[in-house]
């Protein structure tokens, strides 16, 4: 059973910074292609980065490039996403999603796991 599992979520200041982990188990994590997207209130779930299976190609969502970085530990299973200069903006449920392909997506419809999310609260 595929598991998904975030954290890292919180409450942060406008100009802070937080960084999410996703920790999957029952999976080959290194032969998946990995993916964050976020949803806000009222608005539809968005690609927000990806990354290869072995790290070495990395997708972004062109609002946060450069204020976002997603990377990948395949010794522990586990995906991060970090998060500066957070905006109010930034405020979502953000989840994490695994592909089984090697390579880097920005469609929801093309990821085959998904965790249950962690909330990021940005204030101004």
């Known amino acids: 059973q595929v598991q998904l599992v975030e954290s890292g979520g919180g409450l942060v200041q406008d100009g802070g910074s937080l960084r999410l982990s996703c920790a999957a188990s029952?999976?080959?994590?290194?032969?998946?292609?990995m993916g964050w997207f976020r949803q806000a209130p009222g608005k539809e779930r968005e690609f927000v980065a990806a990354?290869?299976?072995?790290?070495?190609?990395?997708l972004y969502s062109d609002s946060m490039a450069g204020r976002f970085t997603i990377s990948r530990d395949n010794a522990k299973n586990t995906v991060y996403l970090q998060m500066n200069s957070l905006k109010p903006e930034d405020t979502a449920v953000y989840y994490c999603?695994?592909?089984?392909?090697?390579?880097?997506?920005?469609?929801?419809?093309?990821?085959?796991?998904w965790g249950q999310g962690t909330q990021v609260t940005v204030s101004s």
């Open positions: 999603a695994a592909r089984n392909s090697g390579s880097t997506n920005n469609r929801e419809v093309n990821y085959d796991y």
């Open positions: 029952g999976m080959p994590f290194s032969s998946y292609a």
């Open positions: 990354i290869t299976w072995s790290g070495s190609s990395r």
